[in-house]
């Protein structure tokens, strides 16, 4: 039986991770033994859960390429730019992409909040802020029939509260696959309120 492009992939991108980490702390280091366990599972979810997504994809504040890496593996249709400010991060993501051979990938090392807006078709962040101050970004970046994919801790329905304080939003929650309290956000919609 061959192992799949995707799971050489995965294997190589969780190996990366691990040999990175301690220079640059892509990922906590109490959760480095549960980078396919937790990381790219929750990652893997979102990217299944956006198995309808077509047009471009960015990553808002991608770190260490969770979920824009994992989502680039999954759906090499799709075109993705990683926005990450941090050099050392953009450093990773960059040789990341080039050893994966994720051609469609690409890194923007810039803030998020002084990027061009890139009018993106989906957008995912993951472990970047709040809900209420996340949805700024979100507006600022995505195209007004676009989606965002959100992964949220366990704190996220109360997020949610907030952020409808300042914006209207569609929402549909997808559980995450990891945590039950935690779920992916697939928001449209996004109006201030």
């Known amino acids: 039986m061959s192992v799949s492009r995707e799971t050489e992939q995965l294997a190589a991108y969780a190996a990366l991770l691990r040999k990175w980490n301690p220079a640059i702390n892509l990922v906590a280091m109490s959760t480095i033994d549960q980078i396919e366990t937790r990381h790219i599972k929750d990652s893997l979810h979102l990217a299944e859960a956006a198995e309808n997504a077509r047009g471009s994809w960015v990553d808002l504040g991608s770190g260490g390429g969770l979920p824009g890496i994992v989502v680039a593996i999954r759906r090499p249709d799709l075109e993705i730019i990683m926005v990450e400010s941090d050099q050392r991060k953009a450093a990773f993501l960059r040789n990341a992409i080039r050893e994966l051979g994720l051609m469609r990938t690409k890194v923007l090392c810039e803030r998020i909040e002084t990027a061009n807006r ?62 039950p309290d935690a779920a992916i956000l697939e928001i449209t919609g996004i109006r201030h309120a």
């Not at 709040?130 to 989606?147: C, D, F, I, K, N």
């Open 118 to 179: 890139l009018d993106a078709a989906n957008i995912s962040a993951r472990a970047l802020a709040p809900l209420p101050q996340l949805m700024a970004y979100v507006e600022r970046h995505l195209s007004p029939s676009g989606t965002a994919w959100l992964m949220k801790g366990r704190n996220w329905q109360a997020e949610v509260s907030q952020a409808q304080l300042d914006w209207k939003f569609n929402l549909k929650a997808h559980k995450s696959a990891t945590d």
